[in-house]
């Protein structure tokens, strides 16, 4: 069973795109803690999604914190618009541009949390010299792009070795999981150190009178 209380951060992708202000509010009332919002511009990524006004129009309808996961390249012309339109956090994948250390700084300087996502592919070590520059880190266990895959045990290892760099800093750096996480898989990202988990499918199955119960079940209570 699980130690710690996770973050849960649902996945607006696995909502429906119609009705996006409803299901942002029905999360919120059912115990969510972050919305994640997955941006993606069909060239880092090979599907499309949404865009800063899309956020802005979102931000008034919940208080919870948006965990904006930018899947777009290169993502620092944007970095300002997404925050302007009430981004928290902002997380960028480093193979998103040359530059990651300035990235993060330019987000922190924005005023927003400054997040590292890692591709199944991605070493941990990537941000070995940047762990001051970092409020966040995710690690992909699917190749982004599309909710409903199936998790990479893969990545458990991975999780592990960030978890062990983040407790050497001594600092509360949330280590958060993203792609196939379910009730099934949760408590293996939990045990491995991650202490946040973005769902889509998990959480939204079964429409909004289900996503109490949904949530529920990703904490393990
Ligand atoms: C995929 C996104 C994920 C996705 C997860 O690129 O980053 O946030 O919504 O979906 P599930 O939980 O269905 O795997
Ligand atoms: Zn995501």
Redesign the pocket.
Known sequence: MTQIRPIIAP?L??SDFAKLGEEARAIEAAGADWL?I?VMDGHF?PNITLGPDIVKALRPHVKIPFDV?L?IAPADPYLEAFREAGADIISVHPESGPHLNRTLKRIRQLGAKAGVVFNPSTPPETIEWMMDEVDLILV?S?N??????SFMTSQLKKIERLRAMIDATGRDIPLEV????TPQTAPLCIAAGATAL?????VFRGGPSAYADNIRALRGV
Do not use: E, W, Y
């Not at 993203?178 to 996480?181: C, I, L, M, S, Y």
């Not at 973005?198 to 998990?202: E, I, P, R, T, W």
């Open positions: 996945s992708l696995a994640h997955d990524v996961h899947m992909m699917i982004p792009g599309f909710g409903g895959q993203d792609g196939g996480v973005v769902a889509g499918s998990a």
